[in-house]
Antibody
Framework: EVQLVESGGNLVQPGGSLRLSCVAS????????MHWVRQAPGKGLVWVSR????????LYVDAVEGRFTISRDNAKNTLYLQMNSLRDEDTAVYYC?????????????WGQGTLVTVSS | DIQVTQSPSTLSASVGDRVTITCRAS??????LAWYQQKPGRAPNLLIH???SLQSGAPSRFSGSGSGTEFTLTISSLQPDDFATYYC????????FGQGTKVEIK
């Protein structure tokens, strides 16, 4: 059974940093692109970033480009999102997700989400 | 950037109704479109990918159609478990979600 478990969400001040983690199990981690998607309170879904299987290719939504870094440790079956220079508008539940076997950018499996609150 | 627009934003329907949600892309995305269902406090769940391919485990009352710039999600006979918010997502270029359609009890 595919499982994705996020952690690392917390209350942080504007300008601060936070690192989210997502531990994967139940599939061959290196074979799949992985994604982060966020959802502000009461709002819709926003795709944030993705990384390919070997970690060498990454992509970001414009709103986080230069501030967030996606990475993965395939030895630990873990996906990360390093978030720097956080802003109020980054407040959201952050979901990690697994793409399909052929590398497309839709999400077949989702974690339960972790809440990031940016506030002074 | 490719924009994705869903309509309606809210839909009121009764159990047994046939329900249709529309998604329009700002440019041709071929069939690179997915549909998700999300219930309050839960992660989204994939229903349809490649515009019309039913995800394994998704009920057969859900179907998707369309290509190019216009797509639909149809629920053939609405069930109590289907009251939720539905999102489309294009994945032709990067990934963009629609703003969501909330299906409410009439």
């Amino acid at each position: 059974e595919v499982q994705l478990v996020e952690s690392g969400g917390n209350l942080v001040q504007p300008g601060g940093s936070l690192r989210l983690s997502c531990v994967a199990s139940g599939f061959t981690f290196t074979s799949y692109w992985m994604h982060w998607v966020r959802q502000a309170p009461g709002k819709g879904l926003v795709w944030v970033s993705r990384v390919n299987g070997d970690g060498r290719s990454t992509l970001y939504v414009d709103a986080v480009e230069g501030r967030f870094t996606i990475s993965r440790d395939n030895a630990k079956n873990t996906l990360y999102l390093q978030m720097n220079s956080l802003r109020d508008e980054d407040t959201a539940v952050y979901y990690c997700g697994r793409g399909p076997a052929h590398g497309g950018s839709y999400l077949e499996h989702w974690g339960q989400g972790t809440l990031v609150t940016v506030s002074s | 950037d490719i924009q994705v627009t869903q309509s309606p934003s809210t839909l009121s329907a009764s159990v047994g109704d046939r329900v249709t949600i529309t998604c329009r892309a700002s440019q041709n995305i071929n069939s690179w479109l997915a549909w998700y269902q999300q219930k309050p406090g839960r992660a989204p769940n994939l229903l349809i990918h490649k515009a019309s391919s039913l995800q394994s485990g998704a009920p057969s009352r859900f179907s998707g159609s369309g290509s190019g710039t216009e797509f639909t999600l149809t629920i053939s006979s609405l069930q109590p478990d289907d009251f939720a918010t539905y999102y489309c997502q294009q994945y032709h270029t990067d990934a963009t979600f629609g703003q969501g359609t909330k299906v409410e009890i009439k």
